[in-house]
């Protein structure tokens, strides 16, 4: 980071031979982002037990049994991945990853409360927990539809300060 100090709630990102300044949408992104995947992990650590006897029990998976944590550093890899390319290196094509990832969770929510309203779902916290990580994720995602979330894409783009 250079230049002068940013706003309280802003910080700022070295582009090259341009400052530029986050823009608020951006920090309310980084912040919900990053507890939706904290959340996510206490979801895959509370699941682990229940994932990892699924595998077992199945005798084609069970013959692989490192497949789980292999997934599991793939999708910690690939969610940090993102986030490094929305808030630290903006590119609008991970923009666009996390939006549509966050559509694709909309619907997991929508299809998680149908079978809940159904009885086709066991409540549990797990469940309770992975629908709060989806609609934090979602609510993350959105801010990246906002004007100045778009301009910070723009400018990073064309290597041009904010």
Same mark, same amino acid.
């Given at each position: /980071?250079?230049?002068?100090?940013?706003?309280?709630?802003?910080?700022?990102?070295?582009?090259?031979?341009?400052? /530029?300044?986050?823009?608020?949408?951006?920090?309310?992104?980084?912040?919900?982002?990053?507890?939706?995947?904290?959340?996510?992990?206490?979801?895959?650590? /509370?699941?682990?037990?229940?994932?990892?006897? /699924?595998?077992?029990?199945?005798?084609?998976?069970?013959?692989?049994?490192?497949?789980?944590?292999?997934?599991?550093?793939?999708?910690?890899?690939?969610?940090?991945?993102?986030?490094?390319?929305?808030?630290?290196?903006?590119?609008?094509?991970?923009?666009?990853?996390?939006?549509?990832?966050?559509?694709?969770?909309?619907?997991?929510?929508?299809?998680?409360?149908?079978?809940?309203?159904?009885?086709?779902?066991?409540?549990?916290?797990?469940?309770?927990?992975?629908?709060?990580?989806?609609?934090?994720?979602?609510?993350?995602?959105?801010?990246?539809?906002?004007?100045?979330?778009?301009?910070?894409?723009?400018?990073?783009?064309?290597?041009?300060?904010?």
């Amino acid at each position: /980071m250079t230049g002068s100090p940013a706003r309280p709630g802003r910080s700022m990102i070295d582009n090259g031979d341009k400052t /530029m300044i986050r823009p608020v949408s951006i920090t309310r992104y980084e912040r919900l982002y990053l507890a939706s995947f904290v959340i996510g992990l206490i979801v895959s650590a /509370m699941s682990w037990g229940p994932r990892r006897a /699924m595998v077992a029990a199945t005798p084609m998976l069970a013959k692989i049994g490192w497949i789980l944590p292999t997934f599991e550093v793939a999708g910690i890899v690939i969610t940090l991945t993102l986030w490094y390319f929305t808030v630290r290196a903006p590119s609008g094509v991970a923009r666009w990853v996390v939006i549509v990832l966050a559509a694709l969770s909309a619907i997991g929510v929508a299809i998680s409360l149908v079978q809940l309203a159904t009885g086709h779902a066991v409540p549990s916290a797990t469940l309770g927990l992975s629908i709060v990580a989806s609609v934090v994720y979602i609510g993350a995602a959105l801010q990246l539809l906002k004007p100045d979330a778009k301009l910070w894409f723009d400018q990073a783009g064309r290597g041009h300060a904010a």
